[in-house]
């Protein structure tokens, strides 16, 4: 049964891939209609999402017809732009036709991005952890050996036409990392302009109110990546983070109120019954930029969540109980995470608790700063307008 199902799976691929060849072939380019996703259609988040809306406050989306792809066609977004479900026959016709592309990870290797289109890849965070081809041995759940895999991801960048960076320190690794060497758009992170515009009291509140979250408790946003060897199968990773949370609960509970954040390629559905009132999950495809706002502090690991939270300049955790595994073994890193990480670093549950309740600021006051400076020095608010502003050269110029 498994290999008539297998054999039903490669056909029915087969004939997708086929389709959406004879698209390309005997469609014509629509010069205005403008393609976005973020993580596969798994949600409206990050780059493309601040990229869209901002197209959407100077009424480009009346002007323009722009397609957003998700697996969930129920998914609600501001402005005028169509839903087609990913991976179906609007999402092949669309490809096929549509003059600019936006996403922020690799896409299927079927697609063919033909003469005339431009690809904007806004991809997804400055690294900590390796990338492409500086890995030295891949461990994900993709079923390819390190050298397949790394053909495919050099073979897909050489798709991209604009690479966004959020600082000179990623240009140099996107560079090499994706053998990238079209142009790099180093202007900051468009998702990161929220945590300019609405960081102020009366947002946060009104964030606050509309997740249900308590006005008289600190908030912890615990946002931790996945990890490359614990998997289920290829796109679905599990949540196994070694944290004691009842006892994190006993000792924090009377201050904070706990956000817990999972990775998008993490499938698990967790039960926090016993935890109520204390630690609060959103769903997966709830934009991380709104729980920044609202939290107090950061409990991460190895994530680039870390990178776009120091715009906010608020303490932040590293609760790194594999670190060793994850920096000999899974992935390796490009800078010196025990030095450089501007907060406490903790191997155990008990650790992060005592690290949280005695944190003093002016411990970490020098290594925040050079963080933040070398990491957020282009953030500033405005970067969403600076790709609408490609966006709209490379529409204009091919005329009405």
């Excluded at 050996?145 to 604009?162: G, P, Q, V």
């Excluded at 990392?177 to 945590?195: C, H, Q, S, W």
Aim: proline share 3%; glycine share 4%; aromatic share 16%.
């Amino acid at each position: 049964m498994r290999k008539v199902l297998q054999l039903a799976r490669s056909i029915i691929k087969k004939c997708v891939v086929l389709i959406y060849r004879i698209f390309t072939k005997i469609l014509p380019l629509q010069k205005q209609t403008i393609v976005f996703g973020s993580n596969l259609g798994r949600n409206y988040s990050g780059n493309p999402k601040a990229i869209y809306e901002n197209m959407v406050e100077q009424g480009l989306d009346q002007i323009y017809k722009i397609v957003w792809f998700f697996e969930n066609e129920n998914t609600k977004i501001p402005g005028n732009a169509k839903i087609a479900k990913y991976g179906r026959f609007k999402y092949l016709y669309y490809m096929a036709i549509a003059k600019v592309w936006v996403f922020d990870c690799r896409q299927p290797r079927f697609l063919i991005k033909r003469k005339g289109v431009t690809y904007i890849q806004t991809w997804h965070g400055t690294p900590l952890k390796k990338l492409a081809l500086d890995m030295k041995e891949v461990t994900m759940a993709e079923g390819k050996d390190t050298d397949e895999y790394k053909k495919d991801f050099y073979d897909n960048a050489r798709t991209w036409d604009y690479l966004l960076s959020q600082n000179s320190y990623s240009s140099a690794i996107f560079r090499r990392a994706f053998a990238f060497y079209k142009t790099m758009v180093e202007v900051g992170y468009p998702r990161n302009d929220i945590l300019f515009n609405s960081n102020n009291e009366e947002t946060i509140t009104k964030l606050k109110k509309e997740l249900g979250l308590p006005l008289d408790k600190k908030v912890i946003l615990y946002a931790p990546t996945w990890r490359d060897d614990e998997f289920y199968c290829q796109g679905s990773y599990k949540f196994n983070p070694s944290l004691a949370f009842h006892m994190f609960m006993e000792k924090l509970r009377d201050e904070y109120v706990c956000v817990v954040k999972y990775h998008y390629l993490i499938q698990d559905s967790i039960d926090w019954t016993d935890y109520k009132g204390f630690i609060y999950d959103y769903d997966k495809s709830y934009d991380i930029a709104n729980l920044y706002l609202v939290s107090d502090i950061l409990i991460t690991d190895y994530s680039s969540v870390m990178f776009d939270y120091s715009l906010l300049n608020r303490p932040m955790f590293f609760y790194a109980y594999d670190l060793e595994k994850y920096k000999d073994t899974l992935r390796g890193f490009y800078f010196d995470f025990v030095s450089d990480v501007p907060g406490p670093i903790s191997l155990k549950t008990e650790d992060l608790i005592d690290d949280i309740l005695h944190y003093d600021a002016n411990e970490y006051r020098v290594k925040y700063e050079e963080f933040r400076k070398k990491y957020n020095h282009l953030d500033d608010g405005h970067a969403s307008e600076k790709v609408v502003e490609i966006i709209k050269s490379h529409i204009s110029k091919d005329g009405d």
